[in-house]
């Protein structure tokens, strides 16, 4: 039998690289951390759900969270999160919010359009649906508050659809920590993937900076 984490020292000690200090991040932020991610993680994807909550999932087997609260806490970080941009979407309507927000540096007008096309052609289910779909899951919000949606439909998809992403990626990293060799596998592989995903985001940033340079001329 594989011996678990817990065996092998402390929970995040054998966790290396990018993925080590995240998992050790959250672990000295605790459960109300991992809800501030997933809510920064909404309205600007800093560090993606998918690196955090199997990580917190991961702990919370070794005993370092609850795993109760950790999913009420990421799935209410998600929800403020998309209610921010619901009202951003309501108050100043699509094209002045998209104006605003796609000069930030990791977001652009395309992802805006990808999402209000979503949300066109699928109408109350694409925010649900769209909750699970990474790209579309931070931005959804927005066109369904510029349409005026009703606030208790939209909230009740979007908690429903955010916990159940939360919930998949939590269990996860919850069933993982059972089995040490596998987390010690799924840390190098995400190490690499983090590491990927840094290399794409500068280029990008660089793509879409001297687009814009061109366009100004």
């Known amino acids: 039998m594989w ?31 991992v809800g501030l991610f ?9 560090i993606p759900s998918e690196v955090i909550l199997p990580l917190a999932g991961y702990l919370a087997r070794q005993g370092s969270l609850n795993l109760v609260l950790v999913f009420v ?3 209410l970080g998600a929800y403020l999160g998309a209610v921010f941009l619901y009202w951003l979407g309501a108050k100043l309507g699509f094209e002045r919010s998209i104006r605003g927000l796609s000069r930030l540096p990791l977001v652009d007008r395309e992802d805006f359009e990808h999402a209000a096309g979503w ?19 931070s931005l959804i919000s927005l066109p369904a508050g510029a349409s005026a949606m009703p606030f208790g439909t939209f909230s009740l998809y979007t908690l429903a659809g955010s916990g159940l992403w939360n919930g998949a990626l939590l269990g996860l ?16 592989f995400l ?27």
Do not use: C
């Open 73 to 75: 806490t990421s799935t």
């Open 173 to 188: 990293g919850y069933l993982l920590g059972t089995q040490y060799r596998i987390i010690e596998e799924y840390s190098r």
């Open 3 to 33: 011996g678990t984490a817990a065996d092998a020292g402390g929970s995040t000690d054998n966790l290396t690289g990018l993925v080590g200090v995240a998992a050790r991040g959250i672990e000295q932020l605790g459960e109300w951390g």
């Open 119 to 137: 949300f066109r052609r699928h109408g109350r289910s694409s925010i649900f649906f769209g909750r699970l779909l990474p790209g579309v899951r």
């Open 191 to 217: 190490n690499y993937a983090v590491y990927a995903a840094l290399g794409v985001t500068v280029m990008l940033l660089v793509v879409r900076r001297v687009k814009r340079a061109k366009a100004a001329r």
């Open 38 to 46: 997933t809510l920064a993680e909404t309205v600007v994807p800093p």
